[in-house]
C-alpha cells in the first residue's frame, strides 16, 4: 500500500511568470508550508480523484490516466477545503500524478513537473507544487515545477508555533489573479527582493501581509486578533489565515477565534516536502 503525505502551502508573495511552455511558466515568491498533512491513498481500478469523499476534478483525473496508461485514482483527506488558499489544488494533483506514476513505473521527478503542467494549464495555481516538494519556508526564484523551476528551503533555527484558521471566504485562483494589477505584482517583486536579502521569517511575514493587503479583505479578521499582544505576526491567503503566536498565548489566541465560531487548527511549519510511504499494511 502506498500512502502519500503532502504538507499545506500558503503562499505570501507571487509574481506570475508566464510562457508558452507550461513548464517554463509558473511563479516567483514566497510561502510557507505548515506540518497540518494531506493524506493520499489510491483507489484501484478506479479512475478518479476523491477530496473528503467527494469526487472532484474529473477531466483532470481522465487525463493523468490517460498519460500514464493507468486505472487508478487517488483518494485525499484535508482538514481544509478546496478554493480557501491551502493549495490543495496542487495536493490533489501532486498525489494522483504520484500515485499513477508509481503504478506506471515512471519517474517521480517527471510526475512533479505533470502536477505543476496541470496546475499551470487548469489555472488552479503557479507555484505551490515546487513549493510543497520541499516543505517548510521556501524561497521560489525560478518558475516551473522541481527539476525546471528553482526554490530554496530557508532554515528556521527556532520553534513557531502557528495557528491556521480558514475565514469565510473563497475565490478561483484564475479569478484572483485575474483582478491583480501589474502595479500590485511590481510591489510584490520589490518585497520579495527584501525577503531573499534578510532569509528572515519576520521580514516574510511583515512583507506577506503588505502585499496581500492589496488583494484579500483584511477586515474579516475579527479585532480581537489584530490586538491580541499574542501575535507576532500574521497574512491573509484568500480565507487561509496563518498567524504566527507566542508560545505561552496560543490558548489565548485559540479562544479568540472559538468565541468568533472561525475554524482553526494549531500547527508549525513543516520540516519535511511531500513524502511516500510504501507498506504492506492495509489502511
Known amino acids: 500500500m502506498i500512502k502519500l503525505t503532502i504538507p499545506h502551502h500558503i503562499s505570501g508573495l507571487w509574481i506570475p ?24 491513498l489510491p483507489v484501484e481500478d478506479e479512475c478518479t480523484i476523491l477530496f473528503n469523499n467527494q469526487e472532484v476534478f474529473r477531466e483532470q483525473a481522465k487525463e493523468v490516466c490517460e498519460f500514464y496508461n493507468t486505472k487508478v485514482g487517488v483518494t485525499v483527506k484535508s482538514p481544509f477545503t478546496l478554493g480557501k488558499g491551502f493549495a490543495l489544488s496542487s495536493t490533489l494533483s501532486i498525489a494522483h500524478t504520484l500515485i499513477s506514476s508509481i ?3 515512471g519517474s517521480l521527478l517527471k510526475a512533479f513537473q505533470k502536477a505543476h503542467e496541470l496546475e499551470v494549464v487548469k489555472g488552479t495555481g503557479l507555484g505551490d507544487v515546487i513549493s510543497q516538494y520541499y516543505g517548510g519556508f521556501v524561497i521560489r526564484t525560478r518558475p516551473g515545477p522541481p527539476g525546471i523551476g528553482e526554490a530554496f528551503k530557508i532554515p528556521v533555527k ?16 484564475d479569478k484572483m489573479l485575474g483582478r491583480i494589477p501589474l502595479s500590485h505584482y511590481e510591489k510584490g517583486l520589490t518585497l520579495l527582493r527584501r525577503v531573499m536579502r534578510s532569509e528572515d521569517l519576520m521580514d516574510y511575514f511583515n512583507a506577506a ?14 479585532e480581537e486578533i489584530l490586538r491580541s499582544p499574542g501575535i507576532v505576526g500574521f497574512y491573509l491567503k484568500k480565507s ?4 504566527w503566536v507566542e508560545k505561552d498565548r496560543v490558548a489565548e489566541v485559540a479562544d479568540i477565534l472559538s468565541r468568533n465560531q472561525l475554524f482553526f487548527k494549531e500547527s508549525e511549519i513543516s520540516k519535511t516536502g511531500v513524502e511516500i510511504e510504501h507498506s504492506d499494511q492495509p489502511p
Open 103 to 105: 503504478h506506471a513505473g
Open 17 to 40: 511568470v508566464l510562457s508558452n511552455n507550461p513548464l517554463h511558466s509558473g511563479s516567483i515568491g514566497a510561502g510557507l508550508n505548515i506540518s497540518l498533512l494531506s493524506v493520499a
Open 158 to 173: 527556532y520553534r513557531v508555533k502557528l495557528i491556521v484558521s480558514s475565514l469565510p471566504y473563497s475565490e478561483p485562483t
Open 209 to 222: 501581509r503588505e502585499y496581500t493587503q492589496g488583494i484579500f479583505d483584511y477586515s474579516i479578521i475579527p
Open 240 to 243: 487561509a489565515l496563518i498567524i
